[in-house]
């Protein structure tokens, strides 16, 4: 049995948006994702509804309700990528042809102890981006950096 491909969330979903400024904040979506939006309408876990514009967000991570899997990248090659965005990094997988988007792309956490079921990254929001291989070692990674690079630092 397959595992179940990401989608685009439906209303209501819980999301956390990481912003250019490295702030990040949750709320509820109050409209569908979609990429191509340049708005998102989010209901803020403070109270209040906002009309955020695409361009100010780095990132959006959808939250992974209680029973949820892991949703799969499809067919195709993957890749582990250490990604900084919004003030934040991730780990996560991707599919090798996905990070060449001028949009964004999507992104699956390594850890199972993830909060977020899958992240979407713009690409004006990515400031570095790092291929993680099996030894452990840090290579840049063929996509590139997108923006200033923000030096991680090899664990």
Do not use: C
Not at 91 to 114: I, W
Request: proline share 5%.
């Amino acid at each position: 049995m397959r595992a179940p491909r990401p989608s685009a969330p439906s209303v209501s979903e819980s999301v956390e948006l990481g912003y250019l400024s490295g702030s990040p904040t949750s709320g509820t979506l109050s409209s569908s994702f979609s990429a191509a939006n340049a708005e998102l309408f989010v209901d803020m876990e403070q109270g209040g509804r906002s009309l955020v514009h695409a361009e100010r967000i780095a990132y959006v991570a959808f939250h992974r309700g209680a029973s949820e899997q892991r949703p799969s990248l499809g067919d195709g090659a993957t890749q582990r990528l250490r990604i900084s965005a919004g003030g934040s990094d991730f780990d996560v997988h991707v599919r090798r042809d996905s990070t060449k988007s001028t949009l964004g792309f999507r992104a699956v956490p390594v850890d199972d102890s993830s909060p977020f079921r899958e992240i979407f990254f713009y690409a004006h929001g990515v400031m570095d981006m790092v291929a993680v291989v099996e030894r452990g070692e840090r290579h840049p990674s063929h996509a590139g950096a997108r923006g200033r690079t923000a030096g991680l630092a090899a664990s």
